[in-house]
């Protein structure tokens, strides 16, 4: 059994890649236009990695400052769970790297992979170690570099993603604050439709799978967008019921960023206003589990997001999985 302990966010912090990669400059790489891109998806530009940056190091720099917001030392971290698919390498994790980088020392460090859910999923786990009282001090981040894993000849895929990292500390908070409700989804039946075949121990690296271009993502588009909208509405409206609430009730619905026309439809199903809704989609594209703490640590930055705010995160990806929960900031 769980102790009655509340568990929230208590800092945000994020890192971004420097360059910028506009629709205008896709347009000189694939068959595709500034018009189709943000007209079907919403985006302008994307930020993607170059020279030093590497998935660890956006990992590191948005870690630093969600630990001194929230007024901790590194070394008061118990565990550091990094939400990625796509880590520096196969092991040792991006959890372990960012926690030599840090000299995090008393923490135990694991990477999940739960594709663009992987933040919540991550959320969920951490509420857990705290809750049970195995952690006080728990680091989540949420990254991903896809820029490393598209084919940047297939036009169905590479104007939709960017790289970027969020990251949040987890600490027990007052009664009522923090976490109210969450929960997770999955339907493996469904990974088909969004997948990177090779590069695992069930197809690894040879020159057929390169030739093949079986490292690089593989999506249904369409297939995808039908499921997220559904699921989206779903999970939101379950983790609003989970704690008593209505969708009426919420300050703000912080979605995964995968598409403006998800969003939309989405929230407006869910009777919420445009400004309710946070997106950052046209700057950023999808950052996959990065996509949800940066719109976080950017709302909070601004202002927008206050103190005792209702606000709902929602998410979905490879897995398929997907993911809901309803903070009270
Ligand atoms: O984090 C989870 C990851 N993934 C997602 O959430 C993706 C969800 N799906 C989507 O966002 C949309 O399905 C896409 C943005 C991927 C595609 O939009 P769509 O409105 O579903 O387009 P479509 O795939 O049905 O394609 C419509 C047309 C096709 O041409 P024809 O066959 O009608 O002649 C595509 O070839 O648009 C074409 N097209 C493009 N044209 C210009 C596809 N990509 C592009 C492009 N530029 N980049």
């Given at each position: ?8 966010i208590v800092?945000t ?8 990669l ?5 347009e000189?790489i ?7 891109i943000?007209?079907r998806?919403?985006i ?7 020279n030093?940056e590497?998935n660890s190091e956006l990992?590191f720099i948005?870690s630093?400052?969600a630990?001194d917001?929230?007024n901790?030392k590194?070394?008061?971290l118990?565990?550091?769970i990094?939400?990625?698919?796509t880590p520096d390498?196969l092991?040792p994790?991006?959890?372990?790297l960012?926690?030599?980088?840090l000299?995090?020392?008393n923490?135990?460090?694991f ?15 951490g509420e ?9 001090n728990?680091l ?5 570099t ?19 990292a969020g ?5 027990e ?27 695992g121990?069930?197809?690894?690296a ?7 271009k ?8 369409p297939e995808?967008f039908?499921f997220a909208?559904t ?6 409206l ?6 008593g609430?209505?969708?009426a009730?919420?300050d703000?619905?912080?979605p ?5 026309r998800?969003?939309?439809?989405a ?8 400004e309710q809704?946070?997106a ?7 950052m996959?589990s990065?996509?949800?703490?940066v719109v ?7 202002g927008?997001?206050k103190?005792?705010d209702l606000i709902?995160l929602v998410?979905f990806?490879?897995?398929l999985?997907w ?7």
């Open positions: 059994m769980h102790s009655g302990k509340s568990v929230g800092s912090g994020k890192g971004l890649p420097v360059c910028r506009t629709n205008l400059e896709l000189e694939v068959d595709t236009s500034d018009e189709w943000i007209s998806t919403g302008k530009e994307r930020r993607i990695i170059s030093s590497t990992s948005a630093k400052i630990l917001r929230a901790l590194p070394e008061d118990d565990l550091i990094v939400a990625t698919v390498m092991f994790s991006t959890a372990c960012i926690q030599a980088k000299e995090a020392y923490a135990a460090a990477d999940l992979a739960a594709g663009c859910t992987g933040f919540l999923y991550g959320l969920s786990v857990q170690y705290i809750k049970t009282g195995a952690a006080k728990v989540l981040v949420g990254v991903d896809l820029s490393t894993i598209v084919d940047w000849q297939d036009r169905n895929t590479c104007v939709l993603f960017g790289d970027g990251a949040v500390v987890l600490q908070v007052e009664e009522n604050r923090g976490l109210l409700s969450c929960k997770l989804f999955s339907d493996g039946n469904k990974g088909d439709l969004l997948c990177v075949p090779a590069g121990s069930r197809f690894p040879t020159r057929q799978t390169v030739e093949k079986m490292h690089y993502i593989k999506m249904n588009g995808v039908k909208v699921v989206m509405i779903n999970s939101t379950t983790v609003l019921e989970m704690c609430k209505k969708p009730d919420l703000y619905l912080v995964h960023q995968a598409n403006i998800i969003i939309n439809a929230s407006r199903k869910l009777g919420l206003k445009p809704v946070l950052n989609i046209d700057r950023y594209g999808n996959s990065a996509s949800i703490p976080l640590d950017e709302a909070v930055e601004e927008k997001i103190r005792g709902a998410s990806g490879a897995g999985t993911g809901a929960a309803v903070l009270n900031w």
